[in-house]
């Protein structure tokens, strides 16, 4: 396993980045390979481009707030140690790790799961999903048929649902209250625990 | 309700039942179809002779006939058209009314109406027709199947379980003929069943028989549920590859079942020669998948053929294994998978359609007379029957499938990444239905085995048992054992789109990591693919190809630059089921939106589900939609809280401006409409020097063509022209645009002019060039058309020529992001009815909105754009236009910007 350490020596400060996102040395080095195959020109940063050239992303619907979220505010750039960072929140909860109060809250934990969706939702980071975000996620997630109207009462009705201080809009809390279980029971094979079982085998 | 159903049923049957009684009358005498259909090969004596010599006149001594039948000659023909009429109506019988199928398996209604027919048959003869006794099966019926089966294999995650896929074909397949025959020859052996003189080799043929599965039924049911992927490709694969086995396992026993004497060389001999019959199709698949891939690099200017060459490769690597006595399964398979990539980036979006649609159909139509023949077979064969030796077939077929997925599961979960749970194994298990490999493979049975009819009547047991008891039952039961899905319904609506938000989100983050690309031999494959396989077998070789470049162009135009009021909406389709209350929803609504939701969202890796539907044929034109929402909503995005408010603009917008002069005529102060106004309106971005309507270009590229008032035209074109070297950046197509001006833009001088708008409306089409690699834009004037209604027709017609346009010879066409998925943005830009509605509105609009000062200002100039310096410069522009009308955009001295023009 030489060629192991040999990648994992080239990454600086994998130490903390273990502890922080709680991956395994395996999990960092596959996905410290993934990211230089997905890094063109070995720039040692991934752009936009670099996540479009994801031939399956393309075709997903809400592929461009995927690789918007790998992006923080006014960057036009990630790299290693924030797209771990990032694929951290995939991982499954930790049922057994004890929980100190003093340690700060894990990436995967629930609260941060949550909060990740929540910023898919909410493109202008404004601590809210506005009726006009929801309509947005709503029309690139449903197909044509659906006319404006629908949609829009379809919009209505979700901030309805979720909305109890009557703002028109889901603030995160209200959001977190909607989802209380819906995280927690994903039944498909898709699910964000499934992440960490796959990255185990690569 | 109920009422309703039973009539349909009622009507449904009843039509079955003449249907049944007219064709069958036509067949009752052609009892002997098959035998001649494979009397070519057989030489199976026509039953029927003294008629031939009846009907056919002598010449010499009759009178020239006036009227004469000849019904021989074009018997076989004739009787196996009919009967594959008769299968295909029961078919349409069927969906008629669709909740039967859901119910009852496709292959189970076939086989009754098999049934039904062959008890006519029976009837009406007394003796039984001769059916499916040879080849005929083997050369004509299963390569369309296998054929059908591979090219629809869903690619990814075929390969994701390989593994698991081989495991289960072979060794599941071995284990099965191992321990079905070992146990019926423990069986043989008891006294009282009389079955002594069945030795093991025949025992073992008979298993290997019986250990094909062919879950069609079963296939059907899991894509309906949706299914757990994992299970689905499992179930998908082995069926695939475990005929292949099962053939190659039947040709290797029924010789030794003829031999005397069985030593143990021989077996090894056997096992050495299974490995050469596989590994012998295998190379012949590779081998003629590539010569059809390579083949189809050459077919651009014979496109009419082009299909055939997949077909005739096909059918040749299977015919050539034959030849060899390899597994032609495999070949053909391994051909179908292997030549798939190539063939379908070589060859043009339409043949690409034609082949798939006539795997599916030829695919289809095989599968449907199989299960057809097998129910008449049932009625009309000489049956052996012997309780003992049925029941413990039935009972050994299944225990050892069920023995064999459980241990075999054991055994390869470790390696798996998602380990398959006990009710996926449950799934597994009693999804192995048997069925027409089976039916054909006993039918083949040597003549000289002992209990050929025993053998004949035990597999149809099994068969209609399998088919009618499990295909049946495997959707309660796997419905009620709720064993994992892909996706499922949900409470609220809010859990219902949050979840597939985060559903889609994880795919997508699954794609970052590579879930997929990550296998070492993949990458090494990859890059070999990329490096050699593609050159030599693609002919247009571009590394990343068609959709991906569409998005990446679009992703990369998206960012770069902001765009203005784009489309909202292309679903401005006028609803029918309007939900018009907003604030109280009734339960109704609730309901429908839940229906609209479940119905509507995409489903994560549909792709694959629709791949390989058995029942309905591929459809893509998803992709692309999803591809031009995606770049809406991209520019919904960038407008950050800039949402288009007005529930009007939506819902309806259209690019095509009816002539002014006659709005005005009308509507005397009216300006134009606001969709030009939008047009114009657009965001003119300061890039390379000129000033760009995005929004405009946008939309020549995704419609290809748009109608637009002079003024607008004006604008447009050169920015265009303006844009072209960020256009041949962006898109390859435009390499060398040139751009050809009719005669009439000339009148386009005083653009800026108040008689100008008087003039016309020119219909812009970007347009491919046929000969090189280069995109015409064609301006086209309209002939002022005095009244909207005109308009309205002419509109209407522009969608068809839209569609042939685009036979573009040197791409594969849905790069474009058109055909199909043109198709709802022409109903949405010029469909009728949106168009009335338009219409009514927008006179309401400038009436009442744009009375003032709109007056004689024909482009409109909002806010904003009177400022602009384009208006201004635009003449200039035009006046240059017109000094070159073949303006080639590579030309240094081209317009960079107004102020140079000028």
Not at chain 1, 94 to 120: G, V, W, Y
Not at chain 2, 486 to 513: F, Q, S
């Amino acid at each position: 396993m030489g060629s192991s350490n040999s990648t994992l020596s080239k990454i600086p400060n994998l130490g903390r980045l273990i502890e922080e996102t709680g991956f395994t040395p395996a999990h960092i080095k596959r996905l410290y390979k993934r990211f230089q195959a997905l890094d063109k020109g070995n720039k040692g940063y991934l752009s936009p481009q670099d996540f479009g050239s994801v031939k399956e992303l393309a075709t997903n619907p809400i592929g461009d707030r995927i690789i918007g979220a790998f992006f923080s505010q006014g960057q036009e750039t990630v790299d290693f140690h924030s797209f771990v960072r990032i694929l951290a929140h995939f991982r499954p909860l930790d049922k057994n790790r004890a929980k100190r109060p003093d340690s700060p809250e894990p990436i995967n934990s629930r609260i941060s799961k949550l909060r990740f969706a929540f910023q898919l939702y909410d493109q202008d980071n404004d601590g809210k999903i506005s009726r006009d975000e929801l309509l947005q996620v709503l029309r690139t997630m449903l197909e044509m048929q659906v006319t404006e109207e629908q949609l829009e009462s379809i919009a209505d009705r979700t901030i309805q649902e979720a909305d109890l201080d009557g703002d028109n809009a889901i603030s995160f809390d209200e959001f977190r209250k909607v989802n209380a279980d819906t995280f927690l029971r994903i039944p498909s094979p898709v699910t964000p625990s499934q992440i960490t079982v796959w990255l185990i085998v690569l | 309700m109920d009422d309703s159903i039973s009539c349909k049923c009622n009507w449904t049957s009843k039509y079955l039942v003449c249907l049944v009684i007219f064709l069958s009358g036509a067949l009752w005498s052609s009892r002997d179809v098959l035998s001649n259909a494979a009397g070519a090969t057989t030489k199976a004596p026509p039953v029927n002779s003294p008629a031939w010599t009846q009907v056919s006149p002598k010449p010499q001594t009759q009178p020239l006939p006036v009227f004469t039948i000849n019904y021989p000659r074009i018997q076989v023909p004739f009787e196996i058209t009919l009967w594959i009429l008769l299968a295909s109506f029961a078919k349409i019988g069927f969906n008629m009314y669709h909740k039967i199928t859901i119910w009852i398996p496709e292959s189970c209604l076939l086989i009754s109406v098999g049934l039904v027919v062959g008890g006519i048959m029976y009837a009406v003869h007394g003796m039984p027709p001769a059916v499916l006794t040879s080849n005929v099966f083997f050369l004509y019926m299963l390569p369309p199947i296998v054929l059908d089966s591979s090219y629809f294999m869903p690619t990814r995650p075929f390969f994701e379980n390989v593994g698991t896929v081989l495991w289960f074909a072979v060794v599941g397949t071995l284990w099965n003929s191992l321990g079905i025959g070992v146990s019926l020859y423990g069986v043989c052996q008891i006294e009282a069943l009389g079955l002594k003189d069945i030795n093991l080799q025949e025992n073992l043929l008979f298993a290997s028989i019986i250990s094909a599965v062919d879950p069609v039924a079963v296939l059907a049911v899991f894509e309906d549920i949706s299914i757990n992927e994992q299970l689905y490709i499992v179930v998908f694969g082995e069926c695939l590859f475990n005929d292949a086995v099962t053939v190659a396992l039947y040709n290797i026993l029924s010789f030794v079942a003829t031999m005397p004497e069985v030593e143990t060389v021989d077996v090894f001999l056997g096992m050495a020669r299974f490995v050469v019959v596989g590994l012998g199709g295998l190379f012949f698949g590779f081998l003629f998948g590539f010569a059809a891939a390579f083949t189809t690099r050459f077919t651009a200017h014979v496109r009419e053929i082009e299909p055939f060459f997949v077909f005739m490769f096909s059918y040749l690597a299977y015919l050539v294994a034959e030849l060899f006595s390899l597994s032609s399964i495999m070949a053909i398979v391994t051909c179908a998978l292997t030549m798939k990539y190539y063939v379908e980036e070589n060859v043009a979006q339409r043949s690409c359609t034609t082949i798939r649609h006539v795997v599916k159909m030829l695919g289809t139509m095989s599968e449907t007379l199989i299960f057809f023949f097998l129910g008449v077979a049932t009625i009309t064969t000489d049956h052996e029957w012997n309780w003992g030796y049925i029941l413990f077939t039935l009972l050994f077929a299944f225990v050892w499938r069920a023995l064999g997925v459980f241990v075999l599961t054991q055994i390869i979960n470790p390696f798996r990444t998602i380990p398959f749970n006990f009710k996926d194994q449950f799934g597994l298990a009693y999804g192995g239905l048997r069925g027409a490999i089976c039916f054909a493979l006993v039918f083949l049975l040597p003549q000289n085995i002992t209990c050929r009819n025993l053998f004949i009547t035990a597999t149809i047991v099994v068969i209609l048992f399998t088919v009618f008891i499990q295909g049946i039952s495997i959707r309660p039961l796997v419905e009620c054992m709720k064993v994992r899905r892909t996706n499922r319904k949900l409470g609220t609506i809010n859990v219902e789109i949050h979840k597939r938000l985060m559903e889609h989100t994880i795919a997508g983050i699954e794609d970052i990591c590579g879930q997929w690309s990550h296998y070492y031999w993949k990458d090494k494959f990859k890059k070999f693919n990329d490096r050699v396989l593609r050159k030599i077998l693609i002919r247009d070789n571009r590394a990343e190809s068609s959709i991906v470049a569409l998005y990446k162009k679009l992703e990369l135009q998206n960012a770069l630059e902001l765009l203005g009021p784009a489309p909202s909406d292309l679903s401005a389709a006028p609803s029918l089921m309007d939900l018009q209350t907003k604030r109280n929803f009734p339960a109704s609504d609730l309901r429908n939106m839940h229906e609209l939701l479940s119905k509507n969202m995409y489903k994560i890796r549909q792709r694959t589900v629709e791949y390989t539907k058995k029942s309905a044929l591929p459809n893509d034109s998803k992709v692309r939609e999803i591809l031009i929402r995606r770049h809406i909503s991209i520019r919904h995005s960038f407008r950050v809280g800039s949402f288009p408010r007005t529930g009007v603009s939506k819902r309806h917008r259209f690019l095509s401006l009816p002539p002014r002069k006659n709005m005005e005529s009308r509507s005397p102060p009216s300006r134009p409409s606001y969709t030009s106004e939008n047009l114009l309106r657009a965001p003119i971005i300061f890039r390379h020097g000129t000033w760009i309507p995005v929004a405009t270009l946008d939309l020549l590229i995704l419609c290809s063509s748009i109608v637009l008032s002079a003024a607008e035209l004006n604008n447009t074109i050169k920015q265009i022209i303006f844009r072209s070297r960020l256009f041949s950046t962006l898109f390859g197509f435009v390499r060398s645009a040139s751009y050809t001006l009719p005669p009439g833009l000339a009148s386009l001088d005083n653009a800026e002019g108040p008689g100008l708008e008087d003039k016309q409306s020119w219909k812009m089409t970007l347009h491919p060039c046929s000969g090189s690699r280069g995109t015409d834009l064609e301006l086209e004037p309209l002939s002022a058309t005095s009244s909207v209604s005109q308009l309205q027709r002419f509109s209407s017609r522009q969608e068809r020529p839209l569609q042939n346009r685009y036979h573009q010879p040197e791409r594969r066409e849905h790069e474009l992001g058109q055909q199909t998925s043109r198709e709802p943005i022409a109903e949405g830009l010029w469909g009728q009815p949106q168009r009335d509605s338009w219409t009514a509105h927008r006179y309401s609009r400038s009436r009442d909105e744009h009375r003032p000062g709109g007056g004689n200002l024909p482009p409109s100039a909002p806010t904003g754009w009177a400022q602009e310096p384009l208006i201004q410069k635009g003449g200039g522009s035009q006046n240059h236009l017109n000094r070159r009308p073949h303006w080639r955009p590579h030309n240094p001295h081209g317009p960079q910007s107004p102020g140079q023009v000028d």
